[in-house]
């Protein structure tokens, strides 16, 4: 079995450099918690899970299917925010402001063509984010970090590409592999 999910990676020096400064913020709160490392920011478009090797092909030609009709765009990465919300922040993260509509909309087509090949639906509403870290004990200061930073801009993404990723879990955290990749079109 291989454990799956599709993404865009964030792969811009410059727009990493921006995160991790945020992440070195989030640490002066004194809150205990994992940060996502520099080299596995990402967008996650769709989990998938535990899959089949066999599975992949048809993987792949349902994400190729879903890509088709989108070409390059640009997005705006912006906001710090928290699931399930700043009161209660489990998972700290970066939203996306300009652009998340046709994020949306290319989710909504990988959704569509994935649920049509036999995975499961979605059980929440696609939120487009970049996951910075994961929350284990809060602090009023990380509370108060979060919601003093919910309108901070971060930099903007060219969306050229959506990758399926291999996600392999190891004590020192997750390994991603890039398993396939579908160009948009220019």
Partial sequence: M???FIAIDIEDPFLLDKLCEIQKEIIKTRAKMKLV????????LKFLGEISPTKLSSLEN???NACKDFTKFKIELANVGAFPSPARPRVVWVGVSKGAEILKQLASAIEKETVRIGFKKADKPFHPHVTLARVKIV?????????????????EVIVNEVRIKESILRPQ???YKTLYRVELRS
């Fill in 2 to 4: 291989v454990r799956v």
């Fill in 37 to 44: 490392e520099r080299e596995n920011m990402h967008i996650t």
């Fill in 62 to 64: 349902a994400v190729v």
């Fill in 139 to 155: 602090t009023p200061e990380l509370r108060n970090f979060i919601l003093k930073n919910r309108e901070l801009l971060v930099g």
């Fill in 173 to 175: 955290g997750p390994l």
